[in-house]
């Protein structure tokens, strides 16, 4: 079983720019698809964005879509997130996940994850 680990958290202004990553270890990046969830204080924990095993497709939540850009590297058992624009509503803890089935980004359960990482957005 692998350990997923985030990083690149911080405090950033509204319009600026973080970019996420999260490491696998442990186990084998490419048999896993891989995602990004965040939970903001008071709310539920929402898919971000996902890409398959292979990066050859990606899906992203209707709120940060042209946003926020999912990418891997499966040599480096990493994923990462760019996220640019940022707005207050995107502060939030921000979670790496790996689902099981490699192209589990439409909704099947992702079975594990990492610790989280603060995002806040903030002037």
């Known amino acids: 079983q692998g350990r997923l680990v985030e990083s690149g958290g911080g405090l950033v202004q509204p319009g600026g720019s973080l970019r996420l990553s999260c490491v696998l270890s442990?186990?084998?990046?490419?048999?896993?698809?891989m995602g990004w969830f965040r939970q903001a204080p008071g709310k539920e924990r929402e898919f971000v964005a996902g890409i398959i095993w292979s990066g050859n497709r990606t899906r992203y939540a209707d709120s940060v879509k042209y946003r926020f850009t999912i990418s891997r590297d499966n040599a480096k058992n990493t994923v990462k997130s760019q996220m640019n624009s940022l707005e207050p509503e995107d502060t939030a803890v921000y979670y790496c996940?790996?689902?099981?089935?490699?192209?589990?980004?439409?909704?099947?359960?992702?079975?594990?994850w990492g610790q989280g990482t603060q995002v806040t957005v903030s002037s």
């Open positions: 996940a790996a689902a099981s089935h490699p192209y589990g980004i439409d909704g099947t359960p992702f079975d594990y």
């Open positions: 442990g186990g084998t990046a490419s048999s896993y698809a």
